[in-house]
């Protein structure tokens, strides 16, 4: 078991004391190839931010003394102007700083994100830094300013590093945070480190807590409340005061839209439940069908010029092709020929010749929409094909949350979760890549030169084979769904 509590440790007790508890305990998951990728991308810019001060010292172990003596020692001396990666310990409390400057006789302390400078998600950041402030505070560190690092919309490939951030000061909200940190950490502290785990109490933490269905609330049920599709956090409040998590106990003065009671009666009854109306929603569809999927590729730092940080490129494109319900289906695809470049050009030309004038296009969420309204709006020239493009989309998600549930959704109508309901024959787990944030990952290192000559191909391959995957899993869904609408009673023949 672990000794220390890291500011991850004590983020995660804010979102519930427990998950905290188990985390000491057993350890935090290991990061996916995805999760490293973006790790990887926080290191460079944190590193890029340090070139902003001149002449600071990074913090490390040296000369048998521990970053957190090291870092003692520079904040006691007058040579180094600021400190990277500044480390203090107090009780079972660590904290690093990626920035420390002077400010007067105390120390501006500035933590460097990957967000943009006009993040919805600031009040996360200011907690992130409130918890850094209150351990430095705790060491005895005067810190009289907090400032996060943030990223600049107006940055475009290739400026300078000064015009990469936006140094926002958030002084006034850290205070009053790390305030409440300050009060809240003794305890905090006795309840992780005790031997009896918290008592859990459900909250929407549950969702992505590894030890839900294993050891914690869902432990022994069938199914649970937080399966209901888009419960409201307000009713979510409710079934925690009340106590229920089993959704055999769900109350029936709960108010629920027709997707959540067709949900929890499939999950009451333990089979599907196929409305009536499915058929009218699948003859809207209309002959030959092309099932299209889009792969993107999007950095912290932008790829290719002319382009913003975070900035979605999209890179590749699979659409099976079918000229009827009985037809063979044929398959077109599309790869960035060259990574190094931006090709978004010569792939709509190539997705406006291969999607045709006719028939519907048939995507799984709105993505594919956004994407291609992006293309409009960025080859003006090509807007009229492309705005005929997304008069022909039809959202075979949609269609299927309001008229089929599957208890093994579990909640979600993310194709990953309605495939192997579905059509369980169709499984990604042999593939390489197995989702979207991999293939990200894979196509920026190649467009990096990280992985290239036989890396490359390879990669060229299962990038393909993924997507393919994608569009074939659709047009198997669309069979299943054909076949569930022809089973209804008033279905027409
Ligand atoms: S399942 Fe919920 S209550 Fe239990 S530890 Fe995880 S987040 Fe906390």
Redesign the pocket.
């Known amino acids: 078991m672990k000794e220390t509590i890291s500011k991850q440790d004590w983020l995660t007790a804010q979102?519930?004391?427990?998950?905290a508890?188990?985390g000491l305990r057993t350890g935090y998951e290991a990061p996916s190839e995805a999760e490293l990728f973006r790790m990887l991308q926080g290191q460079e810019i944190g590193s890029l931010a340090r070139q902003l001060y001149p002449g600071g010292t990074l913090v490390s172990k040296a000369n048998g003394r521990s970053a957190v003596e090291v870092t003692q020692d520079l904040l006691a001396g007058t040579a180094t102007p600021a400190l990277f990666e500044a480390t203090a310990e107090v009780g079972p409390f660590v904290a690093k700083a990626d920035i420390l400057t002077r400010d007067g006789v105390g120390w501006h302390v500035i933590e460097v994100k990957s967000s943009f400078s006009d993040t919805k998600s600031i009040s996360e950041l200011v907690d992130d830094l409130a918890y850094t402030v209150m351990i430095f505070r705790r060491a005895a560190v005067q810190i009289s300013k907090a400032s996060l690092a943030l990223l600049s919309r107006t940055y475009r490939f290739g400026d300078s590093t000064e015009r990469l951030f936006d140094i926002v000061d958030r002084t006034d909200e850290v205070n009053e945070r790390a305030q409440e940190f300050d009060e809240q950490a003794d305890d905090v502290a006795r309840i992780l480190f005790d031997q009896t785990q918290p008592v859990?109490?459900?909250?929407s933490?549950?969702r992505d807590?590894p030890?839900?269905e294993g050891e914690?609330?869902?432990s022994g049920l069938s199914h649970t409340v937080l399966e209901i599709p888009s419960l409201h956090h307000t009713k979510l409040k409710r079934l925690s005061q009340e106590g229920v998590v089993n959704i055999s106990e769900l109350p029936t003065d709960l108010k629920l839209n027709p997707t959540q009671q067709r949900a929890v009666g499939a999950m009451l009854s333990g089979s599907a439940i196929v409305e009536p109306a499915l058929s009218a929603a699948l003859q809207k569809i209309e002959w030959p069908c092309h099932y299209l999927d889009f792969e993107t590729v999007a950095t912290v730092l932008p790829l290719y010029p002319t382009l913003g940080c975070h900035r979605q490129v999209v890179t590749q494109f699979s659409i099976h092709h079918r000229g009827s319900i009985d037809a063979e289906p044929s398959h077109s695809e599309y790869l960035a020929s060259d990574p190094k470049e931006n090709c978004e050009r010569e792939l709509t030309e190539a997705l406006i010749e291969k999607l045709g004038k006719r028939g519907s296009i048939i995507v799984y969420t709105k993505f594919e929409e956004k994407r291609i309204e992006a293309l409009r709006d960025a080859f003006p020239d090509l807007a009229d094909y492309l705005q005929s493009i997304v008069a022909r989309l039809l959202d075979l998600e949609k269609i299927i949350e309001g008229n089929v549930y599957h208890p093994e959704f579990r909640g979600s109508f993310s194709i990953k979760k309605v495939l192997p309901a579905l059509v369980p024959e169709l499984s990604y787990a042999e593939l390489s890549v197995r989702d979207g944030d991999t293939a990200i990952a894979r196509f920026a290192r190649m467009a990096k030169g990280e992985i290239s000559g036989d890396g490359a191909e390879t990669t060229r391959r299962q990038l393909l084979k993924y997507c393919e995957m994608d569009t074939y899993a659709m047009l198997k869904l669309h069979e299943t769904l054909l076949r569930l609408a022809a089973r209804q009673p008033d279905a027409e023949t």
């Open positions: 979102r519930c004391l427990g998950m508890w188990y859990p109490k459900l909250v933490a549950c807590c030890t839900y914690c609330l869902a």
